[in-house]
Protein backbone atom coordinates (compact mmCIF):
# COMPACT_ATOMS: atom_id res chain seq x y z
CA UNK A 1 0.00 0.00 0.00
CA UNK A 2 1.27 3.44 -0.70
CA UNK A 3 0.06 7.29 0.30
CA UNK A 4 0.48 10.25 -1.59
CA UNK A 5 0.34 12.13 1.64
CA UNK A 6 0.70 16.07 2.53
CA UNK A 7 3.37 16.62 5.13
CA UNK A 8 3.65 19.70 7.10
CA UNK A 9 6.82 19.19 9.38
CA UNK A 10 8.03 21.57 12.45
CA UNK A 11 11.53 21.57 13.56
CA UNK A 12 12.61 23.56 16.80
CA UNK A 13 16.37 23.16 17.53
CA UNK A 14 17.76 24.65 20.97
CA UNK A 15 20.70 27.01 20.82
CA UNK A 16 22.81 24.05 21.93
CA UNK A 17 22.59 22.14 18.63
CA UNK A 18 23.96 24.83 16.58
CA UNK A 19 27.60 25.93 16.34
CA UNK A 20 27.15 28.71 14.38
CA UNK A 21 23.91 30.45 12.30
CA UNK A 22 21.87 27.76 9.66
CA UNK A 23 23.18 28.21 6.37
CA UNK A 24 21.91 25.57 4.97
CA UNK A 25 18.50 26.80 3.59
CA UNK A 26 19.20 25.13 0.34
CA UNK A 27 19.85 21.72 1.54
CA UNK A 28 16.35 22.07 3.77
CA UNK A 29 15.11 22.97 0.70
CA UNK A 30 16.64 19.80 -1.17
CA UNK A 31 14.99 17.80 1.62
CA UNK A 32 11.56 19.28 1.08
CA UNK A 33 11.78 18.21 -2.24
CA UNK A 34 12.90 14.71 -1.68
CA UNK A 35 9.91 13.75 0.74
CA UNK A 36 8.05 14.82 -2.56
CA UNK A 37 10.07 12.74 -4.89
CA UNK A 38 9.07 10.10 -2.17
CA UNK A 39 5.76 10.65 -2.49
CA UNK A 40 4.36 13.36 -0.75
CA UNK A 41 1.84 15.42 -2.22
CA UNK A 42 3.26 18.51 -0.82
CA UNK A 43 5.93 19.37 2.26
CA UNK A 44 6.00 22.40 4.02
CA UNK A 45 9.10 22.56 6.10
CA UNK A 46 9.26 24.93 9.36
CA UNK A 47 12.50 24.88 10.95
CA UNK A 48 12.89 27.33 13.97
CA UNK A 49 16.68 28.06 15.52
CA UNK A 50 18.07 30.51 17.74
CA UNK A 51 19.25 32.27 14.28
CA UNK A 52 15.72 33.07 13.19
CA UNK A 53 12.65 30.50 11.87
CA UNK A 54 12.97 29.29 7.97
CA UNK A 55 10.49 27.56 5.69
CA UNK A 56 10.64 26.01 2.52
CA UNK A 57 7.68 24.14 0.85
CA UNK A 58 7.45 21.58 -1.58
CA UNK A 59 4.67 19.88 -3.68
CA UNK A 60 1.27 21.12 -3.70
CA UNK A 61 -1.44 21.36 -1.80
CA UNK A 62 -4.58 20.62 -3.98
CA UNK A 63 -3.94 18.31 -6.56
CA UNK A 64 -6.79 19.28 -8.53
CA UNK A 65 -5.91 23.12 -8.59
CA UNK A 66 -1.88 22.97 -8.24
CA UNK A 67 -2.19 25.75 -5.37
CA UNK A 68 1.36 25.62 -3.01
CA UNK A 69 0.82 24.62 0.47
CA UNK A 70 0.36 27.03 2.99
CA UNK A 71 3.42 27.99 5.07
CA UNK A 72 1.47 27.45 8.28
CA UNK A 73 -1.74 26.19 7.66
CA UNK A 74 -3.81 23.95 9.39
CA UNK A 75 -3.41 19.98 9.83
CA UNK A 76 -4.31 16.76 11.80
CA UNK A 77 -1.25 16.47 14.17
CA UNK A 78 -2.13 12.75 14.41
CA UNK A 79 -0.30 11.07 17.40
CA UNK A 80 1.37 14.25 18.38
CA UNK A 81 -2.10 14.67 20.23
CA UNK A 82 -0.80 12.08 22.43
CA UNK A 83 1.92 14.46 23.80
CA UNK A 84 -0.23 16.68 24.64
CA UNK A 85 -1.88 14.37 26.72
CA UNK A 86 0.98 13.16 28.43
CA UNK A 87 2.07 16.98 29.29
CA UNK A 88 -1.57 17.04 30.85
CA UNK A 89 -0.82 13.77 33.34
CA UNK A 90 2.36 14.31 34.37
CA UNK A 91 1.30 18.05 35.75
CA UNK A 92 -1.74 16.05 37.87
CA UNK A 93 1.10 14.36 38.97
CA UNK A 94 3.26 17.25 40.00
CA UNK A 95 0.50 18.41 41.62
CA UNK A 96 0.41 15.14 43.58
CA UNK A 97 -3.73 14.10 42.69
CA UNK A 98 -1.92 11.00 41.04
CA UNK A 99 1.11 8.60 40.63
CA UNK A 100 2.74 6.98 37.47
CA UNK A 101 2.52 3.61 39.72
CA UNK A 102 -1.16 3.59 40.32
CA UNK A 103 -3.04 1.15 38.56
CA UNK A 104 -5.51 1.62 35.31
CA UNK A 105 -8.12 0.30 37.68
CA UNK A 106 -7.56 2.53 40.50
CA UNK A 107 -9.68 5.19 38.15
CA UNK A 108 -11.31 3.04 35.84
CA UNK A 109 -12.30 0.13 37.51
CA UNK A 110 -13.50 -2.67 36.27
CA UNK A 111 -13.02 -1.41 32.67
CA UNK A 112 -9.96 -3.41 31.38
CA UNK A 113 -10.74 -6.77 31.58
CA UNK A 114 -11.15 -9.60 29.88
CA UNK A 115 -9.27 -12.16 27.25
CA UNK A 116 -6.40 -11.95 29.58
CA UNK A 117 -6.34 -8.17 29.91
CA UNK A 118 -6.15 -6.96 33.83
CA UNK A 119 -6.49 -2.61 34.61
CA UNK A 120 -5.22 -3.99 37.85
CA UNK A 121 -1.67 -5.46 36.56
CA UNK A 122 -1.27 -2.05 34.03
CA UNK A 123 0.64 0.93 35.64
CA UNK A 124 0.02 4.61 33.96
CA UNK A 125 3.27 4.82 33.29
CA UNK A 126 3.48 1.92 31.37
CA UNK A 127 0.46 3.60 29.48
CA UNK A 128 2.87 6.41 28.71
CA UNK A 129 5.19 4.36 27.44
CA UNK A 130 3.41 1.69 25.45
CA UNK A 131 4.83 -1.11 27.79
CA UNK A 132 1.05 -1.99 28.84
CA UNK A 133 1.13 -4.78 26.43
CA UNK A 134 -2.45 -3.65 25.41
CA UNK A 135 -4.18 -4.60 22.32
CA UNK A 136 -4.54 -1.46 19.71
CA UNK A 137 -8.21 -0.80 19.05
CA UNK A 138 -7.55 0.90 15.61
CA UNK A 139 -7.74 -2.76 13.30
CA UNK A 140 -11.53 -2.91 14.82
CA UNK A 141 -12.29 0.65 13.61
CA UNK A 142 -10.61 0.01 10.25
CA UNK A 143 -12.76 -3.07 8.64
CA UNK A 144 -12.10 -1.94 4.88
CA UNK A 145 -9.10 0.06 4.38
CA UNK A 146 -9.64 0.79 0.99
CA UNK A 147 -11.21 3.77 -0.81
CA UNK A 148 -14.64 2.36 -0.16
CA UNK A 149 -13.97 1.69 3.43
CA UNK A 150 -13.00 5.36 3.73
CA UNK A 151 -16.11 6.39 2.44
CA UNK A 152 -18.36 4.34 4.22
CA UNK A 153 -17.07 4.37 7.69
CA UNK A 154 -15.80 8.08 7.99
CA UNK A 155 -18.65 9.19 10.13
CA UNK A 156 -18.62 6.47 12.64
CA UNK A 157 -18.27 7.71 15.96
CA UNK A 158 -17.34 5.60 18.70
CA UNK A 159 -16.68 6.99 22.68
CA UNK A 160 -13.86 6.27 24.19
CA UNK A 161 -15.42 3.41 26.40
CA UNK A 162 -16.28 1.75 23.00
CA UNK A 163 -12.92 1.86 21.92
CA UNK A 164 -11.15 -0.06 24.83
CA UNK A 165 -14.14 -2.32 24.65
CA UNK A 166 -13.43 -3.29 21.08
CA UNK A 167 -9.73 -4.01 22.08
CA UNK A 168 -10.98 -6.09 25.34
CA UNK A 169 -11.97 -8.45 22.72
CA UNK A 170 -8.45 -9.57 22.09
CA UNK A 171 -5.27 -10.73 24.24
CA UNK A 172 -2.61 -8.57 25.27
CA UNK A 173 0.50 -8.89 22.95
CA UNK A 174 2.82 -9.82 26.60
CA UNK A 175 2.27 -9.40 30.18
CA UNK A 176 2.63 -5.42 31.11
CA UNK A 177 6.15 -3.93 31.80
CA UNK A 178 7.62 -6.75 29.85
CA UNK A 179 7.85 -5.54 26.58
CA UNK A 180 6.78 -2.43 24.25
CA UNK A 181 4.37 -2.35 21.26
CA UNK A 182 2.76 0.85 20.73
CA UNK A 183 -1.06 1.14 20.71
CA UNK A 184 -3.35 4.01 20.42
CA UNK A 185 -5.74 2.13 23.10
CA UNK A 186 -2.88 3.25 25.99
CA UNK A 187 -4.03 7.29 25.10
CA UNK A 188 -7.36 6.79 24.88
CA UNK A 189 -7.32 5.35 28.59
CA UNK A 190 -5.34 8.57 29.65
CA UNK A 191 -7.71 10.96 28.30
CA UNK A 192 -10.70 8.24 30.54
CA UNK A 193 -7.73 8.72 33.72
CA UNK A 194 -7.71 12.55 32.83
CA UNK A 195 -11.24 13.09 33.21
CA UNK A 196 -11.20 10.71 36.12
CA UNK A 197 -9.23 12.68 38.18
CA UNK A 198 -10.30 16.13 37.51
CA UNK A 199 -13.72 15.78 36.75
CA UNK A 200 -13.03 17.55 32.95
CA UNK A 201 -12.60 15.81 29.50
CA UNK A 202 -8.90 15.92 28.69
CA UNK A 203 -9.45 18.05 25.80
CA UNK A 204 -10.54 20.99 28.48
CA UNK A 205 -7.62 20.29 30.23
CA UNK A 206 -5.53 20.20 27.56
CA UNK A 207 -7.11 23.88 26.76
CA UNK A 208 -6.50 25.35 30.23
CA UNK A 209 -3.32 23.99 30.61
CA UNK A 210 -1.68 24.26 27.74
CA UNK A 211 -3.36 26.13 24.67
CA UNK A 212 -4.84 29.33 26.89
CA UNK A 213 -1.32 29.71 28.51
CA UNK A 214 0.42 29.34 25.75
CA UNK A 215 -1.54 31.34 23.33
CA UNK A 216 -1.97 28.39 21.06
CA UNK A 217 -5.19 30.30 19.33
CA UNK A 218 -4.55 28.02 16.32
CA UNK A 219 -4.30 24.45 18.19
CA UNK A 220 -7.76 23.39 18.31
CA UNK A 221 -9.57 20.27 19.50
CA UNK A 222 -12.35 18.97 17.42
CA UNK A 223 -13.51 16.22 18.70
CA UNK A 224 -16.18 14.52 16.26
CA UNK A 225 -16.23 17.97 13.80
CA UNK A 226 -14.42 15.99 10.75
CA UNK A 227 -13.59 19.37 9.09
CA UNK A 228 -10.50 21.54 8.64
CA UNK A 229 -10.59 24.88 9.20
CA UNK A 230 -8.74 27.44 6.01
CA UNK A 231 -5.97 27.51 4.99
CA UNK A 232 -4.82 24.22 5.11
CA UNK A 233 -3.88 21.33 2.33
CA UNK A 234 -5.84 18.56 0.90
CA UNK A 235 -5.01 15.07 1.92
CA UNK A 236 -4.66 12.30 -0.19
CA UNK A 237 -4.18 8.55 0.01
CA UNK A 238 -3.42 5.91 -2.73
CA UNK A 239 -4.46 2.86 -0.88
CA UNK A 240 -2.79 0.48 -3.43
CA UNK A 241 0.09 0.77 -5.05
CA UNK A 242 -0.61 2.40 -9.21
CA UNK A 243 -4.14 3.26 -8.11
CA UNK A 244 -6.14 6.22 -7.91
CA UNK A 245 -5.30 8.74 -5.09
CA UNK A 246 -8.20 9.47 -2.79
CA UNK A 247 -8.82 13.09 -0.94
CA UNK A 248 -8.91 11.93 2.91
CA UNK A 249 -9.08 15.35 4.00
CA UNK A 250 -12.02 14.68 5.91
CA UNK A 251 -11.55 12.77 8.93
CA UNK A 252 -11.94 9.21 9.98
CA UNK A 253 -13.71 9.95 12.37
CA UNK A 254 -13.41 6.71 14.41
CA UNK A 255 -9.49 6.99 15.02
CA UNK A 256 -9.65 10.80 14.50
CA UNK A 257 -11.58 11.92 17.53
CA UNK A 258 -9.83 10.81 20.76
CA UNK A 259 -6.92 11.16 22.61
CA UNK A 260 -4.67 9.20 20.78
CA UNK A 261 -4.75 11.69 17.73
CA UNK A 262 -7.62 14.38 16.93
CA UNK A 263 -5.97 17.52 17.62
CA UNK A 264 -5.34 19.79 14.72
CA UNK A 265 -2.88 22.60 15.10
CA UNK A 266 -0.17 24.18 12.86
CA UNK A 267 3.62 24.58 12.12
CA UNK A 268 4.07 28.06 14.20
CA UNK A 269 1.71 26.54 17.28
CA UNK A 270 3.46 23.11 17.55
CA UNK A 271 6.88 24.64 17.90
CA UNK A 272 5.35 26.99 20.31
CA UNK A 273 4.20 24.28 22.24
CA UNK A 274 7.16 21.81 21.88
CA UNK A 275 9.60 25.16 22.88
CA UNK A 276 7.66 25.92 26.19
CA UNK A 277 7.70 22.19 26.73
CA UNK A 278 11.89 21.56 26.13
CA UNK A 279 12.53 24.85 28.70
CA UNK A 280 10.87 23.45 31.81
CA UNK A 281 7.43 26.49 31.10
CA UNK A 282 5.28 23.51 31.21
CA UNK A 283 6.30 20.91 33.28
CA UNK A 284 8.78 20.69 36.60
CA UNK A 285 11.74 19.25 36.46
CA UNK A 286 10.97 16.15 37.89
CA UNK A 287 8.43 15.42 35.37
CA UNK A 288 10.53 16.75 32.78
CA UNK A 289 13.12 14.54 33.40
CA UNK A 290 10.37 11.59 33.69
CA UNK A 291 9.87 12.56 29.62
CA UNK A 292 12.68 13.03 28.69
CA UNK A 293 13.99 9.32 30.04
CA UNK A 294 14.67 6.59 27.32
CA UNK A 295 14.63 2.71 27.41
CA UNK A 296 16.21 0.54 25.18
CA UNK A 297 13.36 -1.02 22.51
CA UNK A 298 13.99 -3.47 19.46
CA UNK A 299 14.78 -1.44 16.65
CA UNK A 300 12.66 -3.17 14.30
CA UNK A 301 9.22 -2.48 16.69
CA UNK A 302 6.10 -1.82 15.30
CA UNK A 303 4.21 1.05 15.40
CA UNK A 304 0.86 2.81 14.44
CA UNK A 305 2.67 3.54 10.79
CA UNK A 306 0.95 0.72 8.62
CA UNK A 307 -2.87 0.72 10.62
CA UNK A 308 -3.22 4.67 10.20
CA UNK A 309 -4.63 6.83 7.56
CA UNK A 310 -3.25 9.59 9.73
CA UNK A 311 0.02 9.27 11.22
CA UNK A 312 3.04 11.40 12.53
CA UNK A 313 6.36 12.10 11.22
CA UNK A 314 9.36 14.47 12.01
CA UNK A 315 12.64 15.78 11.37
CA UNK A 316 14.16 15.74 7.91
CA UNK A 317 13.01 12.26 8.00
CA UNK A 318 9.41 11.22 6.87
CA UNK A 319 8.74 7.46 6.98
CA UNK A 320 4.76 8.10 6.93
CA UNK A 321 5.07 8.79 2.93
CA UNK A 322 6.86 5.78 2.68
CA UNK A 323 5.54 3.28 4.76
CA UNK A 324 1.62 4.20 5.97
CA UNK A 325 -1.03 4.10 3.71
CA UNK A 326 -1.50 8.23 5.25
CA UNK A 327 -1.48 10.76 5.48
CA UNK A 328 1.58 12.78 7.26
CA UNK A 329 0.52 14.84 9.99
CA UNK A 330 3.02 17.63 11.19
CA UNK A 331 5.06 16.97 14.42
CA UNK A 332 8.12 18.64 16.41
CA UNK A 333 11.84 17.26 16.36
CA UNK A 334 13.76 18.45 19.00
CA UNK A 335 17.03 17.06 18.52
CA UNK A 336 20.10 17.81 21.34
CA UNK A 337 23.88 17.68 20.66
CA UNK A 338 22.81 17.71 16.55
CA UNK A 339 25.73 19.05 14.96
CA UNK A 340 23.39 19.25 11.81
CA UNK A 341 20.24 18.27 10.59
CA UNK A 342 20.95 14.70 8.44
CA UNK A 343 18.11 13.25 6.00
CA UNK A 344 19.15 10.20 7.97
CA UNK A 345 17.64 11.27 11.38
CA UNK A 346 19.21 11.68 14.69
CA UNK A 347 21.74 9.67 16.22
CA UNK A 348 20.43 6.51 18.27
CA UNK A 349 20.78 7.13 21.45
CA UNK A 350 19.83 11.15 20.98
CA UNK A 351 16.91 12.43 23.54
CA UNK A 352 13.53 11.83 21.64
CA UNK A 353 11.21 14.54 23.53
CA UNK A 354 8.53 14.65 20.85
CA UNK A 355 6.00 12.48 19.77
CA UNK A 356 7.95 11.10 16.52
CA UNK A 357 8.82 8.51 14.08
CA UNK A 358 12.66 8.24 13.51
CA UNK A 359 15.32 6.58 12.00
CA UNK A 360 17.19 5.54 15.31
CA UNK A 361 19.13 2.26 13.12
CA UNK A 362 20.06 1.51 9.75
CA UNK A 363 17.04 0.04 7.95
CA UNK A 364 16.67 -3.86 8.53
CA UNK A 365 19.01 -3.51 11.99
CA UNK A 366 18.29 -5.70 14.99
CA UNK A 367 19.87 -3.60 17.50
CA UNK A 368 18.32 -1.44 19.83
CA UNK A 369 17.91 2.60 20.42
CA UNK A 370 16.98 4.72 23.00
CA UNK A 371 13.67 5.79 23.33
CA UNK A 372 11.86 8.49 25.30
CA UNK A 373 9.76 6.66 28.06
CA UNK A 374 6.85 8.60 27.79
CA UNK A 375 6.75 10.26 24.19
CA UNK A 376 6.48 7.44 21.75
CA UNK A 377 8.95 6.95 19.18
CA UNK A 378 9.41 4.13 16.47
CA UNK A 379 11.96 3.57 13.76
CA UNK A 380 11.62 2.90 10.64
CA UNK A 381 10.92 -0.01 8.85
CA UNK A 382 11.51 0.51 4.81
CA UNK A 383 11.24 2.74 2.15
CA UNK A 384 8.52 2.32 -0.53
CA UNK A 385 9.94 3.23 -3.91
CA UNK A 386 10.06 7.39 -5.26
CA UNK A 387 7.58 8.90 -6.09
CA UNK A 388 7.82 9.38 -9.93
CA UNK A 389 8.27 5.31 -10.40
CA UNK A 390 4.17 5.43 -9.99
CA UNK A 391 2.39 6.12 -12.95
CA UNK A 392 0.61 9.67 -12.13
CA UNK A 393 -2.24 9.72 -9.67
CA UNK A 394 -5.57 9.55 -10.62
CA UNK A 395 -7.96 11.82 -7.96
CA UNK A 396 -11.02 10.60 -7.01
CA UNK A 397 -13.24 13.12 -5.93
CA UNK A 398 -14.48 12.27 -2.19
CA UNK A 399 -16.89 15.45 -1.34
CA UNK A 400 -18.71 15.03 1.74
CA UNK A 401 -21.88 13.02 1.26
CA UNK A 402 -22.90 13.57 4.84
CA UNK A 403 -26.26 15.05 4.67
CA UNK A 404 -25.74 16.77 7.96
CA UNK A 405 -23.28 19.21 7.04
CA UNK A 406 -21.41 20.40 4.77
CA UNK A 407 -17.76 20.44 3.19
CA UNK A 408 -15.38 23.26 4.66
CA UNK A 409 -12.40 21.72 3.17
CA UNK A 410 -10.37 22.82 0.55
CA UNK A 411 -7.28 25.12 0.86
CA UNK A 412 -9.02 29.01 1.59
Known sequence: MAAFAVALLTLFVPAVSLAAPFDRLSQLQRDADALRDDGVTGVSVTLETPHGVRTVRSGVGDLSTGQPVAADGYVRIGSATKTFVAVVLLQLVGEGRLSLDDTVDAWLPGLVRGHGNDGRRVTLRQLLQHTSGLPDYIGDVVPDLSAVGYRANRWATYTSRQRVALAMQHAP????????????????????????????????????????????????????????????????????????????????????????????????????????????????????????????????????????????????????????????????????????????????????????????????????????????????????????????????????????????????
Open 173 to 412: SFAPGSGWEYSNTNYVLLGMVIQAVTGHSWEYEVRARILRPLRLTRTLTPGNWPFLPGPHARNYQQFEPGGAVTDTTIAYLPFDADADGSVISTNTDTNRFFTALVQGRLLAPTQLAEMQRTFEVPATAASHRARATGSACSGHHCPAAADTGGTAATDSATWYGLPRLRTAGPPSRSPCTADQETKAAPLGSTRTSRLSSITHCAPLAGRRRPYEQHPPPRLIDVAATNPRSTTTTGTT
